[in-house]
């Protein structure tokens, strides 16, 4: 535990040290903003994030977070730098667990900054809380699963733009891709198996102020698995 | 403390290390010394749990490098050929979380850091951010990092690699006061720097060790096999006789110039001719004008071994 600290705070500091941190900072709030300017803090509007929640967060995350995670272990592939950190006292699976919570601390950060949009709303309606406390919700266990997939990606390759592309667009697919060819297709067992795969359709439930643990279940399983193949990817790295 | 049995290495069908074994005592600089790609660095990845071995075991301090990694890890200080470091901390950033990583305490790696910061002339440097550093530097940080928790082993992969020759000496320097403390297994492809600053030599090439020892016994036997060089004035024939009637001669080798006989005598191992050769020469009233043993140096030796391994190899 002690060194996943350690190394989730080393992950942490790199962040603000390096000019990601403020870009990617940069981003969602302008992102978010406009979306909330433009959609939800509107005349006649509801007074809740549900709109920016199921249209936009899903697109901002899957590009946001990648950016977030891309350099997680390709960074120390390119460098170097994974010989002097896996010839020290921590295993593979500390390195990844410590670096998927540093994402995942600096996300929360990203997600508290949303909390304004609340207050704004506040002002002038009555906005429901425990919706929005679901919404949160939902919105922490999908970026943990995004987060989780970025470090996969980041972990097999030592090229940072590779890491992004293929969590790009592997996000994209479960997010999106999955999510309309739902609708499109008419044989009944490929619909709902792509139901399943699809990221958006676990996520409406907690967008619509639901949380069914099969969808909770959902995105912690998926998340576990892409953290546990990252960390076999670094392990494997040892034989090669 | 450290004991390598047997161990190769295969990357696909490249053989990197092909069965060697060594072992190093307790205390005093060990060099392991062969030409780029001999399998130095691949031998030291393997000890310092980065890699696993094809075959054969290696342990550090009793415990195996495969089977109990987590001990041997605390007990290695290890500096990577390039010295990777994350430009983006500051060096006492990254001191520190390199401490906290081996479980040092506070209070002892504020103590830690500033021993590594005094012995490594870290100076003012340990507040600048990595990437502002000069390769020098960086190189000290790295090693810094290696003797941050006192460990027993220290494991340097070309620590002078890129440095001026001020800080080369500045490094050696540093080195050999280390293996006053720690064993410090260094490697390095360059001579001169093993056999200033290491009690022991391990000389591999292409994979297999050729030779090991003190610096003075690889030298002693090399020059054991010594070659004596003299010219002298008198008739080729009776030189040649009276020559090889000395005890000990195995071979000499035989050509007139220009008046002056000149010869070259290979004497039996540990035996020096060149008081026999005087004698010869004033008992017949020969003039002598050259008599040196071939001025051998471990830098021949090491040229000699390594052509010897990579001719072999290239048969197999």
Same mark, same amino acid.
């Given at each position: 535990?002690?060194? @996943?600290?350690?190394?989730?705070?080393?992950?942490?500091?790199?962040?603000?040290?390096?000019?990601?941190?403020?870009?990617?900072?940069?981003?969602?709030?302008?992102?978010?903003?406009?979306?909330?300017?433009?959609?939800?803090?509107?005349?006649?509007?509801?007074?809740?994030?549900?709109?920016?929640?199921?249209?936009?967060?899903?697109?901002?995350?899957?590009?946001?977070?990648?950016?977030?995670?891309?350099?997680?272990?390709?960074?120390?592939?390119?460098?170097?730098?994974?010989?002097?950190?896996?010839?020290?006292?921590?295993?593979?699976?500390?390195?990844?667990?410590? !670096?998927?919570?540093?994402? #995942?601390?600096?996300?929360?950060?990203?997600?508290?900054?949303?909390?304004?949009?609340?207050?704004?709303?506040?002002?002038?309606?009555?906005?429901?809380? !425990?919706?929005?406390?679901?919404?949160?919700?939902?919105?922490?266990?999908?970026?943990? #699963?995004?987060?989780?997939?970025?470090?996969?990606?980041?972990?097999?390759? !030592?090229?940072?733009?590779?890491? @992004?592309?293929?969590?790009?667009?592997?996000?994209?697919?479960?997010?999106?891709?999955? +999510?309309?060819?739902?609708? !499109?297709?008419?044989?009944?067992?490929?619909?709902?198996?792509?139901? +399943?795969?699809? @990221?958006?359709? +676990?996520?409406?439930?907690?967008?619509?102020?639901?949380?069914?643990?099969? +969808?909770?279940?959902?995105?912690?399983?998926?998340?576990?698995?892409?953290?546990?193949?990252a960390v076999k990817k670094l392990e494997m790295r040892r034989w090669q | 403390m450290i004991r390598v049995q047997n161990l190769s290495k295969r990357y696909g069908s490249f053989l990197a290390v092909d069965n060697i074994s060594f072992h190093v005592e307790r205390g005093g600089v060990v060099g392991f010394l062969g030409p780029n790609g001999a399998g130095k660095t691949t031998t030291i990845r393997i000890l310092t749990c980065y890699h696993p071995a094809t075959q054969g075991t290696a342990s550090i301090g009793g415990f195996d490098v495969f089977n109990q990694s987590m001990e041997v890890r605390r007990r290695i200080g290890y500096l990577p050929e390039s010295a990777p470091l994350y430009p983006e901390m500051r060096s006492r950033e990254y001191l520190k979380f390199r401490g906290k990583l081996r479980g040092l305490s506070a209070s002892d790696l504020e103590k830690a850091i500033g021993r590594v910061t005094d012995r490594c002339w870290l100076g003012e440097f340990i507040d600048r951010p990595i990437g502002q550093l000069s390769k020098g530097m960086r190189q000290r940080v790295g090693l810094?990092?290696?003797?941050?928790?006192?460990?027993?082993?220290?494991?340097?992969?070309? $620590?002078?690699?890129?440095?001026? $020759?001020?800080?080369?000496?500045?490094?050696?320097?540093?080195?050999?006061?280390?293996?006053? %403390?720690?064993?410090?297994?260094?490697?390095?492809?360059?001579?001169?720097?093993?056999?200033?600053?290491?009690?022991?030599?391990?000389?591999?090439?292409?994979?297999?060790?050729?030779?090991?020892?003190?610096?003075?016994?690889?030298?002693?036997?090399?020059?054991?096999?010594?070659?004596?060089?003299? *010219?002298?004035?008198? $008739?080729?024939?009776?030189?040649?006789?009276?020559?090889?009637?000395?005890?000990?001669?195995?071979?000499?080798?035989?050509?007139?110039?220009?008046?002056?006989?000149?010869?070259?005598?290979?004497?039996? $191992?540990?035996?020096?001719?060149?008081?026999?050769?005087?004698?010869?020469?004033?008992?017949?009233?020969?003039?002598?004008?050259?008599?040196? %043993? *071939?001025?051998?140096?471990?830098?021949?030796?090491?040229?000699?071994?390594?052509?010897?391994?990579?001719?072999?190899?290239?048969?197999?």
């Open positions: 535990m002690g060194n @996943i600290l350690v190394m989730a705070r080393r992950e942490l500091g790199a962040y603000f040290l390096s000019p990601i941190a403020y870009v990617v900072l940069a981003i969602f709030l302008f992102t978010t903003g406009l979306a909330f300017g433009l959609g939800t803090f509107q005349p006649g509007e509801e007074a809740s994030l549900r709109s920016l929640c199921q249209s936009w967060m899903v697109l901002i995350l899957a590009i946001v977070l990648p950016i977030l995670t891309m350099r997680l272990i390709s960074e120390e592939l390119r460098s170097g730098t994974i010989e002097t950190l896996l010839t020290s006292p921590i295993s593979e699976s500390q390195v990844v667990l410590g !670096k998927f919570l540093g994402a #995942l601390v600096f996300y929360v950060v990203l997600l508290a900054t949303i909390l304004l949009y609340p207050i704004l709303l506040a002002c002038f309606g009555p906005v429901d809380f !425990k919706l929005l406390l679901c919404n949160l919700f939902g919105l922490f266990l999908m970026g943990a #699963l995004y987060i989780a997939v970025g470090l996969f990606f980041s972990a097999c390759t !030592k090229h940072q733009i590779v890491a @992004i592309l293929c969590s790009v667009v592997v996000l994209a697919i479960f997010s999106f891709a999955s +999510h309309y060819l739902a609708t !499109k297709v008419e044989i009944a067992w490929v619909r709902i198996l792509l139901q +399943h795969l699809s @990221i958006q359709s +676990h996520f409406h439930d907690f967008v619509r102020g639901l949380v069914d643990l099969n +969808h909770v279940v959902f995105f912690v399983t998926t998340a576990v698995v892409f953290l546990f193949l | 810094a990092d290696a003797m941050l928790h006192e460990p027993d082993v220290l494991i340097l992969d070309e $620590p002078t690699i890129g440095l001026d $020759p001020t800080q080369i000496r500045e490094t050696r320097s540093l080195i050999k006061e280390l293996g006053q %403390r720690h064993t410090v297994l260094l490697s390095s492809h360059i001579l001169s720097e093993v056999e200033q600053i290491c009690s022991k030599a391990i000389i591999i090439a292409a994979g297999r060790i050729v030779a090991s020892g003190s610096p003075q016994e690889l030298r002693d036997q090399f020059l054991s096999k010594g070659r004596v060089i003299a *010219e002298m004035r008198g $008739p080729q024939v009776e030189v040649e006789k009276g020559v090889r009637s000395i005890a000990g001669v195995q071979k000499v080798d035989i050509s007139a110039d220009n008046g002056w006989v000149k010869l070259t005598v290979e004497a039996a $191992p540990g035996r020096d001719i060149r008081e026999d050769l005087f004698k010869l020469t004033s008992s017949n009233g020969w003039s002598l004008r050259e008599i040196r %043993r *071939e001025g051998a140096t471990l830098e021949d030796f090491f040229v000699q071994v390594v052509a010897q391994q990579s001719i072999k190899r290239s048969r197999d």
